[in-house]
């Protein structure tokens, strides 16, 4: 099943417009419950940052997570890196048509090769260690690019299901996922090596999770898979679905999961 062509598909209709991309990050936030626990986290660790807090989005990709920070705090200054230079350039322009280049900035760059000593008071990171075969590396310069009680968030799929991976005979969801998720004593064990010693780490997309990713993610893009005809269809799907799913995040995100598919990490220098 291919994943990659689809969202590429998508990121280039609703980059045409500044108002078609900011309908789509507001789309994205209501329907992937990985922005619900993302936010979460962040608003939680936002009550006891600076006001003036320099804050790492570490793989910015589409910049969905920047434009969210940049609207709900407005004296934090963002940096966005990441690998992938056509989503840097196409992040400053957008960033800089919305007014905010005053205080959001976009590089292109390797987290491997990441060097800013004692720059940042948070790091966000969502959906991007899964894809970085040298983790401990990265883990180390977010340690060293952390300022003294900086704050590290980490969104990642765990090794109990992650990247729709259930058995060996399975296929990542993702092409590009180098590994297919975490354990907790896996991604604790290797951020304490990076010199992190206060770390807490939650299972997310438990039972209620899993299907409304499956309502949300999986099966349309199974259907975009066949046809691209199906995105007509879209807009009818969802109507029928969307308060489906609204109800199972609203479940997930207030619950505690023994188990899930999904690991929301919060660790402090």
């Given at each position: 099943?291919?994943?990659?062509?689809?969202?590429?598909?998508?990121?280039?209709?609703?980059?045409?417009?500044?108002?078609?991309?900011?309908?789509?990050?507001?789309?994205?936030?209501?329907?992937?419950?990985?922005?619900?626990?993302v936010r979460k986290a962040i608003r939680k660790k936002g009550l006891v940052l600076p006001g003036n807090a320099y804050v790492l989005d570490a793989g910015?990709?589409?910049?969905?997570?920047?434009?969210?920070?940049?609207?709900?705090?407005?004296?934090?200054?963002?940096?966005?890196?990441?690998?992938?230079?056509?989503?840097i350039s196409d992040c400053i322009d957008f960033f800089r048509k919305s007014g905010r280049s005053d205080r959001v900035i976009f590089e292109q760059g390797d987290l491997t090769g990441l060097n800013d000593s004692g720059s940042y008071d948070l790091i966000l990171t969502v959906d991007v260690m899964e894809h970085i075969r040298d983790d401990e590396k990265v883990f180390l310069n977010f340690f060293q690019s952390l300022k003294n009680k900086g704050v590290i968030i980490i969104?990642?799929?765990s090794d109990q299901g992650g990247s729709d991976v259930h058995s060996e005979k399975d296929e990542s969801f993702i092409d590009e996922h180098v590994r297919d998720g975490y354990g907790k004593e896996e991604i604790t064990?290797?951020?304490?090596?990076?010199?992190?010693t206060r770390?807490?780490?939650?299972?997310?997309?438990?039972?209620?999770?899993?299907?409304?990713?499956?309502?949300?993610?999986?099966?349309?893009?199974?259907?975009?898979n066949i046809s691209y005809l199906f995105f007509?269809?879209?807009?009818?799907?969802?109507?029928?679905?969307?308060?489906?799913?609204?109800?199972?995040?609203?479940?997930?995100?207030?619950?505690?999961?023994k188990t899930g598919t999904g690991l929301l990490v919060i660790a402090e220098k």
């Open positions: 099943m291919r994943y990659e062509p689809i969202k590429r598909s998508l990121g280039r209709f609703f980059r045409k417009s500044p108002a078609l991309r900011k309908l789509l990050y507001f789309l994205l936030d209501l329907l992937l419950l990985r922005s619900w626990h910015s990709g589409f910049g969905q997570y920047t434009w969210w920070m940049s609207c709900r705090y407005r004296d934090w200054r963002i940096k966005g890196v990441d690998i992938n230079n056509d989503d969104s990642t799929p064990g290797k951020l304490a090596k990076a010199g992190f770390t807490e780490v939650y299972y997310t997309y438990g039972k209620a999770g899993r299907i409304s990713w499956i309502l949300s993610m999986k099966y349309p893009v199974k259907m975009l007509i269809l879209l807009p009818f799907y969802y109507v029928v679905f969307f308060p489906v799913t609204l109800l199972l995040n609203l479940i997930d995100l207030n619950i505690f999961h």
